[in-house]
């Protein structure tokens, strides 16, 4: 229901017209130059009356607070700046994550959380990174730079030396009815000829070629995840092949620079040999990992909840600042926000910082599971995961029927920019298993044209992130939020599982879902023509 509506409720009730009453009052101490961050401009320059705000002012006050103290009062940045020097590298189930967890909870409490609380969940192989190093052997000598890809396993201790034979990624069908001349060999992921149309699911094919290879007695694979190629000038980036996966044989990401080279090699026919030496440890799980939770408990509707989120966990090729400590400090800068602004929402906001997500959004999934009884008084869970650029937009999910009211309040966000709604679905962020539960995931999109370097990369550091912006996120999360606690009437309840399934053959992500065993809906959600 549109916003716009508040107005009448306000002839009909009489509680609730003495508490918008209150709430201007609240609201009116609040530095007045901040409200421009929010407040309507529909005579700015280069606006249209399209985009004139339709928010009602009492609202509107209470954002602009919550704007200020987003902007002026948190430790975004500072608590980045622990995460990634003070604790670092986090992995989930690694003592370093543990520390983070903690940390989590310490950071909450300190922000004046209720229900501050770890949800222990488990994750069924324990990894560790050893070492990866790899030689050009012929047809002539020279060290190359490799990193493992994560959950993936070992050459012999001391490596092995193996002809290079290329592996075309965009055939894998045609590539997996002769594994037998794999044996002995170190595959070369490339990509020749047309791509596939659907990336996803050739994305998710790729667990069975690892398998096959593995089986035909493969030394080791190289190509990043799903047999990218690394971005960047003499980066690799590592990641996992799947939800919750462990494959046998090693698989590593080589610097473009180098693998371009081999690939030379072979183009021209000529024959490459290298020497590669890939360790890790793998332990047979369970592993602990838990998920940090925190509440700001609504005033008339407690038990309804908006999830806000970032996940804790990283890689460990550097300290995971932009993958996600920047969420993950934004998710702690939102709840700032609002208890800095003494606003009080109608409605819980649940702040999450997930572990997990790395291994396949595993802590997002196990919340949902955990939570399954209450997933019918959740309203829509707000991620951010998208590097460490300004927030662009909104995407909501496969949620087509929310656009109108989120547009609206995009709409008065004009001094974040022009952000844009639509709604896409996002299965590479915690949002997924929300949106499969029925709920807009919503993932807040960002302009973050830096981050296919510093994702999963050995440049993931502080350094990379402004303050400005993490502020300016942190606080785009916390109006969000607040903006969905607020409102007289409820944004979203969850869909069916017949309209969700629907909702995901027609976005065609049923392939991938499936592929990965994450479609619960049976023979739900029928093609359409
Ligand atoms: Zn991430």
Known sequence: ?????????????????????????????????????????????????????????????????????????????????????????????????????????????????????????????????????????????????????????????????????????????????????????????VHNGEAPTDRMASFGKFGNFLKAAHQAGAVAVIGGQGGSVAQGMHLTHTGVLGFDTYYEIPVVSMAAEDQEQVERYLDRGITVRLKIDVQNRVTTGPVGSANVVGDIRGTEHPDQIIVVGGHLDSWDLASGATDNGFGATATLGAAEAIIKSGQKPRRTIRFVLFT???EGLLGSLAYVKTHHEEMPNHIAAIILDNGQGPVSGFQLGGRADLIPAVQKFANSLGAFGKLKVDDEVEFGTDTGPFIVAGLPGINLDQDSPEYKYTHHSAVDTFDKVQADILDRDATVMALTAFWIAERSDRLASPWSQEKTAQMLVDKHQDVILKLFGLWPFGNLGSARE
Not at 45 to 56: H, I, K, M, N, W
Not at 119 to 138: D, P
Not at 170 to 187: C, F, H, T, V
């Open 1 to 189: 229901m549109p916003f716009s509506t508040v107005g009448s409720d306000l002839v009909f009730e009489k509680g609730l017209y003495l508490r918008m009453t209150r709430k201007i009052l609240l609201c009116a101490c609040a530095a007045a130059f901040l409200f421009a961050l929010v407040w309507p401009a529909a005579s700015a320059p280069g606006r249209s009356d399209a985009d004139a705000v339709t928010l009602d002012p009492a609202t509107l006050k209470c954002l602009g607070a919550v704007a200020g103290a987003g902007m002026m009062e948190t430790n975004t940045y500072e608590n980045l700046r622990e995460l990634s020097d003070d604790i670092g590298a986090r992995i989930t189930g690694s003592p370093e994550a543990a520390k983070a967890i903690a940390w989590g909870l310490e950071k909450m409490k300190g922000a004046g959380l209720e229900n501050v609380h770890a949800e222990t969940w488990q994750l069924s192989h324990g990894w560790t990174r050893i070492s990866a190093h790899a030689e050009l052997i012929a047809p002539i000598h020279r060290p190359l730079m490799i990193d493992s890809l994560g959950w993936v396993g070992s050459t012999p201790t001391s490596g092995a030396e193996a002809e290079v034979v290329p592996v075309n990624a965009y055939q894998l069908d045609d590539e997996m009815k002769n594994p037998a001349r794999w044996s002995g060999k170190i595959l070369l992921v």
């Open 356 to 358: 997990g997500e790395e």
